[in-house]
């Protein structure tokens, strides 16, 4: 677990926010940067960096508040629905070393984009699928 993160400041009030949801474990507030109106950011309080470091119970917890609050946004900015991403390492494109859930509402105005559009995608056989699939049953 890394030691302080700007999103540790954030929840201890150090930096200021635009704070909508805290409880026990996790908190949620605004991105600074919106990619929409109502882009929000849930966080378990504690800076563990990726969500493969934490414990499961703390997933649990991070994802019911993502699914609480999906639906506030929604309402709240009347969008129909909602993209809910994770950048999970610093590869990934995870620039806050501190896992955070990316609530980014989309609308029914032609903008909306699915996640699809991140990725080039790539042609895999069958048998290739199958050997993906036995190493990733392999490595739990
Ligand atoms: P990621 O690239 O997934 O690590 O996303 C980090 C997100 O944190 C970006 O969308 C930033 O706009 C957002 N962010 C960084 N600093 C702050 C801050 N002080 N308050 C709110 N959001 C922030």
């Known amino acids: 677990m890394s030691e302080e993160t700007i999103f540790t400041q954030i929840v201890a009030g150090e930096i200021p926010s635009h704070t909508v949801y805290e409880d026990e474990t996790t908190y949620a507030f605004l991105d600074v940067n919106p990619l929409a109106p109502g ?7 504690e800076p563990y960096e990726r ?25 709240a ?18 620039e806050v070393p501190h896992v955070h859930v990316h609530i980014v509402p989309q609308f029914e105005d032609g903008t909306a984009k699915p996640i699809h559009t991140l990725f080039d995608g ?7 699928l199958a050997q993906i699939a036995e190493a990733i049953r392999s490595n739990q």
């Open 122 to 128: 790539v042609d895999l056989a069958d048998d290739e």
């Open 77 to 94: 900015v009347d969008a129909p629905a909602t993209t809910i991403a994770i950048n999970n390492g610093e590869a990934a494109g995870q």
């Open 39 to 45: 882009h929000t950011l849930v966080i378990p309080k």
């Open 51 to 75: 969500l493969n470091d934490m414990p499961t119970d703390l997933i649990g917890d991070v994802f019911e508040t993502t699914g609480q609050i999906a639906e506030a946004v929604e309402n």
